[in-house]
């Protein structure tokens, strides 16, 4: 069985940090991301990572944000930093298996209050 569990989220100061994990299991995931949304908004890419470790940012994360992720253990993670109110929404992990299908977890609620 596939799963994506996230956890990490929080109620956060502006200007704070929160990191985000997520743990896979149950496929061998090849792009890994994490993507947020906010009511009334369609879910919006954050940050992916390949197995090599490439990564790609949406521009407004760029500088603030850094997607990790290990191997090994099959953990993905989101440094956050110099976290804005307009940060808040629900953070997804998603992982892209070998046959390009998605996989999504629950998701985590990061709030940051101004």
């Known amino acids: 069985q596939v799963q994506l569990v996230e956890s990490g989220g929080g109620l956060v100061q502006a200007g704070g940090s929160l990191t985000l994990s997520c743990a896979a299991s149950?496929?061998?995931?090849?792009?890994m991301g994490w993507y947020r949304q906010t009511p009334g908004k369609q879910r919006e890419l954050v940050a992916t990572?390949?197995?090599?470790?490439?990564?790609n940012y949406a521009d407004f994360v760029k500088g603030r944000f850094a997607i990790s992720r290990d191997n090994a253990k099959n953990m993905l993670y989101l440094q956050m930093n110099s976290l804005k109110p307009d940060d808040t929404a629900v953070y997804y992990c998603?992982?892209?298996?070998?046959?390009?299908?998605?996989?999504w977890g629950q998701g985590t609620q990061v709030t940051v209050s101004s």
């Open positions: 149950g496929s061998l995931f090849i792009i």
């Open positions: 990572i390949t197995p090599g470790g490439s990564t």
């Open positions: 998603m992982g892209k298996d070998g046959r390009g299908s998605d996989y």
